[in-house]
Every structure is written in structure tokens, then in C-alpha cells.
T-cell receptor, first 112, second 111 residues
Framework: RKEVEQDPGPFNVPEGATVAFNCTYS??????FFWYRQDCRKEPKLLMS???SGNEDGRFTAQLNRASQYISLLIRDSKLSDSATYLC?????????????FGQGTTLQVKP | DAGVTQSPTHLIKTRGQQVTLRCSPK?????VSWYQQALGQGPQFIFQ???????QRGNFPDRFSGHQFPNYSSELNVNALLLGDSALYLC??????????FGPGTRLTVL
């Protein structure tokens, strides 16, 4: 079983749609959680950290459920520029001592 | 302020050769991690350097080795290249927090 599992998609949605991505992780001792965005042939870029209380950044909302070891990302009012691969990421250590464990990524394609 | 930089951008090698990839971390970051990303997969952790020491390592063979210099820059060396080593190699740097910031990567092709 992979340490971080995501549905690879692709998710094809029209502009303006709301789309949700989910991921699960296996290591219950994981310390911190992130969503990264990766454009084609580019490096991953930090989209947002994920907290148990839930956090929002504009059109993006992330949620963590530690009991279920489940992480989600909700994108509202999708834009063409949101088309990318979204990587669910778990850090196994504290502070900067841990290694990042990545899911396979979920591909989003927003259509006009 | 320059972000994480990596060189070279692209590299083509043949099986059995050796390669060295370089990374300069973001200013103020003292920890450098290396990842391998195969096509269609998420990045896989290779190892992490802090204070010029390898602090932890992923499931990669000893053919993969590294080094960190006093200025925090780092090198990744891969010996006896295999076709399966073809991938995007990403360097990430981090300050004291858990977030890591990635460089543009080196795309290695092994023929």
C-alpha cells in the first residue's frame, strides 16, 4: 500500500465548477500536511498547508481529518489557470527534519 | 532574492556513466533535500542534508550519494547509471519550518 494515496484522475471540469480532491495517508505519526501544485514539466509549488481546523485561501479550502487519516482540497469557481496536477504531501518529521511523502498527484483540467 | 537554483537543466548520459547534479538553496535555508520524480509519479525522497551531514535517507541504493557544502549548497551524485534512473531530479530547501521549496529540477535522460 502506498504511504499517500490519491485518485490520479484526470478531473475534467468546466470553468466555474467546484471540484474536490481527496487523499489518504497511512502513517498515523505524520506531523504536517500540504497541498502542492505542479504544472507540466515544472517543479512542485506549495499551494497551502493543511490543518485540522481547516483553512481557506481564497477559492481554495483544505481540511485534515487525523482520525480518518484523510486530507481534502476544495477548489471553488474553477479557473482555466487552475489546470495542473495537485499533489497531496505528508511530512513525517517535526519542523524541517522530516521527509516529504508525495501522493501520485491528481490531474485537473478546467475547460472553457 | 533568488529561490532554489539547480544545474544543469537537462542532461543526457549513457548507462554506466556517473553524473553530478548541483543545487543552491534559497537564502537563509540550511536544509537541502533531494527527490526523484519519474514520469507520471509524485516525487520520491532520496536524502536530506543538514550541517553538511546526511540526516536521513529514502529507499535508494548506495549508487546515490550526496554532499552539502559549508555555504549549504549541495550535490547529488549517481554512479553506474541505469535506464531507470531517467527522471526529473528535484532539490528542495527549507528553513526551520516543515515547508520545503523546490528548485526547477534537472531532467536526466539515460540512454
Amino acid at each position: 500500500r502506498k504511504e499517500v494515496e490519491q485518485d490520479p484522475g484526470p478531473f475534467n471540469v468546466p470553468e466555474g465548477a467546484t471540484v474536490a480532491f481527496n487523499c489518504t495517508y497511512s502513517n498515523s505519526a505524520s506531523q504536517s500536511f500540504f497541498w502542492y501544485r505542479q504544472d507540466c514539466r515544472k517543479e512542485p509549488k506549495l499551494l497551502m498547508s493543511v490543518y485540522s481546523s481547516g483553512n481557506e485561501d481564497g477559492r481554495f479550502t483544505a481540511q485534515l481529518n487525523r482520525a480518518s487519516q484523510y486530507i481534502s482540497l476544495l477548489i471553488r469557481d474553477s479557473k482555466l489557470s487552475d489546470s495542473a496536477t495537485y499533489l497531496c504531501v505528508v511530512n513525517t518529521g517535526s519542523g524541517n527534519t522530516g521527509k516529504l511523502i508525495f501522493g501520485q498527484g491528481t490531474t485537473l483540467q478546467v475547460k472553457p | 532574492d533568488a529561490g532554489v537554483t539547480q544545474s544543469p537543466t537537462h542532461l543526457i548520459k549513457t548507462r554506466g556513466q556517473q553524473v553530478t547534479l548541483r543545487c543552491s538553496p534559497k537564502s537563509g535555508h540550511d536544509t537541502v533535500s533531494w527527490y526523484q520524480q519519474a514520469l507520471g509519479q509524485g516525487p520520491q525522497f532520496i536524502f536530506q542534508y543538514y550541517e553538511e551531514e546526511e540526516r536521513q535517507r529514502g529507499n535508494f541504493p548506495d549508487r546515490f550519494s550526496g554532499h552539502q557544502f559549508p555555504n549549504y549548497s549541495s550535490e547529488l551524485n549517481v554512479n553506474a547509471l541505469l535506464l531507470g534512473d531517467s527522471a526529473l531530479y528535484l532539490c528542495a530547501s527549507s528553513p526551520t519550518s516543515a515547508s520545503q521549496f523546490f528548485g526547477p529540477g534537472t531532467r536526466l535522460t539515460v540512454l
